[in-house]
């Protein structure tokens, strides 16, 4: 399974981005799936996540802010984010579970793209 990030780029507090992950290979193996963020010296964080059956699961700095879903016929995930913040500012990765259930936990997450940088100034 190969996930490619993409929609990363620089904005303005009060802006929005939307990224977007594509998923090929195996993609019966794709089914729970999530999006994390790290910035340089911090541990990587949940940022929203995704079951098969459409659950979803924000962490507490996304809610109301940020938007994921996913496109099962083009193998895509996305995540809306507005109201972007300059501390939003971090490498955004996609990640895709083999299970079925919400994933929240980073060791549940079997494949992980290379990331995209979203940079907010202030």
């Known amino acids: 399974v190969q996930l490619v990030e993409s929609g990363g780029g620089l904005v303005q507090a009060g802006g929005s981005l939307r990224l977007s992950c594509a998923a090929s290979g195996s993609i019966f193996n794709v089914n729970a799936m999530g999006w994390y963020r790290q910035v340089p010296g911090k541990e990587r964080e949940l940022v929203a996540a995704?079951?098969?059956?459409?659950?979803?699961h924000y962490a507490d700095f996304a809610e109301g802010r940020f938007t994921i879903s996913r496109d099962y016929g083009k193998s895509t995930l996305s995540l809306q984010m507005d109201s972007l913040k300059p501390e939003d500012t971090a490498m955004y990765y996609c990640?895709?579970?083999?299970?079925?259930?919400?994933?929240?936990?980073?060791?549940?997450?079997?494949?992980w793209g290379q990331g995209t940088q979203v940079t907010v100034s202030s």
């Open positions: 995704i079951s098969t059956g459409g659950d979803t």
């Open positions: 990640a895709a579970s083999r299970r079925y259930t919400l994933v929240i936990n980073a060791k549940n997450f079997d494949y």
